[in-house]
């Protein structure tokens, strides 16, 4: 069983459109990350959860809305897509917010924007 | 603010050989650090961490840390390198979320 699934793996859309990445986790843990990881191989948070309330919300575009309808599920938005939001993103959970709890990730979503 | 900083783009070592891949940090008060590996297209995988204790943590597949605070360093380590090991290396500070690195590229020569 997979801890941490990402649908889809691959995305490849025009400017413009809206698209959705969806995240679910099998581990119980109670919060849920999105980071994006660009060309150079960077990682940087974009949103967490815990127990479906947002906890932190980093300096993201508007274009861009998590939503998490229970606490294994944290799915990403993205309204009018750019090219520069060509990257691959990545959800992550893990059993607490905070503390000393390593994440578990999932498999990451490779996102072309052309 | 938390921060971690990882000062070699890339590391390279035969098969057989020692390896230490650098990562220093800083941080107010006590820290969580972390390293994670990133086989190519796939997610991050957690290696080991340290919270408290001894400083020398065992993690999965051979790795260990050696935590280092008057150096204010937590350099991920190896005895032995396999081929098999080269992969990208994420050192990372848990504050409210966990603050990455910028990776470090672990090539292996057979």
């Known amino acids: 069983d997979t801890a941490v699934s990402q649908t889809p793996k691959y995305l490849v859309t025009q400017m413009g459109n809206d698209k959705s990445i969806k995240c679910e986790q099998n581990l119980g843990h109670d919060t849920m990350y999105w980071y994006k990881q660009d060309s150079k191989k960077f990682l940087k948070i974009m949103f967490s959860?815990?127990?479906?309330?947002?906890?932190i919300n980093e300096t993201v575009p508007n274009r861009f809305s998590p939503k998490s309808p229970d606490k294994a599920h944290l799915n990403l938005h993205i309204n009018s897509l750019e090219l520069g939001d060509s990257a691959v993103y990545f959800c992550?959970?893990?059993?607490?917010?905070?503390?000393?709890?390593?994440?578990?990730f999932g498999s990451g979503t490779r996102l072309t924007v052309v | 603010a938390q921060s971690v900083a990882q000062p070699e783009d890339q590391v390279n070592v035969a098969e057989g050989n020692p390896l230490t891949v650098k990562c220093t940090y800083s941080?107010?008060?006590?820290?969580?650090l972390f390293w994670y590996v990133q086989y190519p297209n796939r997610g991050l995988q957690f290696l080991l961490k340290?919270?408290?204790?001894?400083?020398l943590v065992k993690g999965s597949y051979g790795f260990e840390a050696e935590f280092n605070k008057s150096q204010t360093s937590f350099h991920l380590k190896k005895p032995s390198a396999l081929v098999s090991d080269s992969a990208l290396y994420f050192c990372?500070?848990?504050?409210?979320?966990?603050?990455f690195g910028t990776g470090t590229r672990l090539q292996v020569f057979p």
């Open positions: 959860y815990n127990n479906k309330e947002l906890i």
């Open positions: 340290y919270i408290t204790g001894d400083n």
């Open positions: 941080v107010s008060g006590n820290p969580y």
């Open positions: 990372a500070v848990r504050d409210v979320v966990s603050i």
């Open positions: 992550a959970s893990s059993r607490r917010a905070g503390g000393n709890y390593g994440y578990t």
